[in-house]
């Protein structure tokens, strides 16, 4: 028997993927490449390029300080932005790796998909929305993230994922894996979330509605299960969807979460702190452009740097900045 390792450079994987993956998927191969053209790695695929370079970046790290929900909770199992894209990643790549799909390019696109987002979650996004004209937009702000303020060069295919992963988007992701992405990321939030909830005592599992549980069972695990079973159901014919009931299902939780958790007027102090806080930051450092980071002060208005920097802070660092400079 040949006990020697055998090298599985970066030939011997594209042409793996032919014969491993489904005939729908995102070749490695053929990519579209990236804006600036690089030698190929001798090992690795361009798409697992994409992976490592995202996991490496400043900008992936700071995920583990960003709210997911809640701000600054007490407890130290509550979500936040890094366990929420690693849950994202898990889901994406068992989508992929079930339907034959490309893993190395779902889990790409899933690892970068949020790290445009800004402090304070919903509230900080809501907040930038307001003062950058024309809207700002956290998938956006990740593609300007990974391309300008901390350019990783990423394959089209990867970009393209992370920019259109919003459900508000109706132009979806040109790849399949992208779409993958856009239904695990809604599969993972809603389902940890909701945990969440229970976890602080603002929900009970009782104050679920009963035509969600009765489809999706008790929140956690099953929740999952059940709806990523809702799209290997509905994604047969080769083209990737969920099942309608599941879908529908979804949407519903959605909405429960948004008037019970997300926005519910108990948290309407804080998140009245929270956009005081983004607000006078980014008037801060519009008024003070010379005290930006170099990578920051980029070919813009005052404001879009502004908004920049303060989109890509920490929940922690806003604060201790906002201490300081008021």
């Known amino acids: 028997m040949n006990d020697s390792f055998i090298l599985r450079d970066r030939t011997w994987r594209e042409q793996n993927e032919r014969v491993t993956l489904s005939s729908n998927a995102t070749f490695a191969a053929n990519s579209q490449g990236r804006d600036e053209d690089e030698e190929p790695d001798a090992f690795r695929t361009c798409f697992e390029r994409d992976r490592d370079r995202i996991i490496h970046s400043k900008t992936f790290r700071r995920l583990k300080h960003k709210t997911q929900v809640f701000i600054n909770p007490d407890g130290d199992h509550f979500i936040t932005r890094m366990t929420h894209t690693l849950n994202v990643t898990q889901i994406g790549r068992s989508i992929a790796k079930t339907l034959g799909l490309n893993p190395d390019l779902t889990e790409a696109i899933c690892l970068g998909h949020d790290v445009g987002h800004s402090p304070f979650g919903h509230t900080g996004e809501h907040v930038l929305n307001e003062i950058l004209d ?183 660092f806003a604060i201790t900045t906002y201490e300081k400079i008021s």
């Open 134 to 316: 024309g809207g700002w937009s956290h998938s956006e702000n990740s593609v300007k993230m990974l391309s300008v303020i901390e350019p990783l060069n990423l394959t089209k295919e990867t970009i393209n994922g992370i920019e259109k992963h919003p459900w508000r988007y109706e132009e979806p992701p040109y790849s399949p894996e992208g779409l993958i992405c856009r239904f695990a990321d809604r599969i993972a939030y809603l389902s940890h979330d909701v945990e969440d909830a229970i976890r602080a005592n603002v929900l009970k599992e009782g104050d679920i509605p009963k035509n969600i549980t009765s489809v999706l069972g008790s929140p956690g695990k099953t929740w999952i299960n059940s709806l990523i079973s809702g799209i290997f159901k509905a994604s047969s014919g080769g083209d990737l969807q969920m099942d309608e009931e599941i879908l529908s299902i979804m949407h519903e939780l959605r909405e429960f979460m948004f008037e019970k958790v997300y926005l519910r007027k108990e948290t309407l102090n804080q998140r009245s702190e929270a956009k005081k806080i983004v607000e006078t930051l980014v008037m801060h450092f519009e008024k003070n452009p010379d005290k930006l980071p170099k990578n920051y002060a980029q070919d813009q208005s005052d404001v879009a740097n502004s908004i920049d920097y303060v989109a890509g802070m920490t929940d922690r």
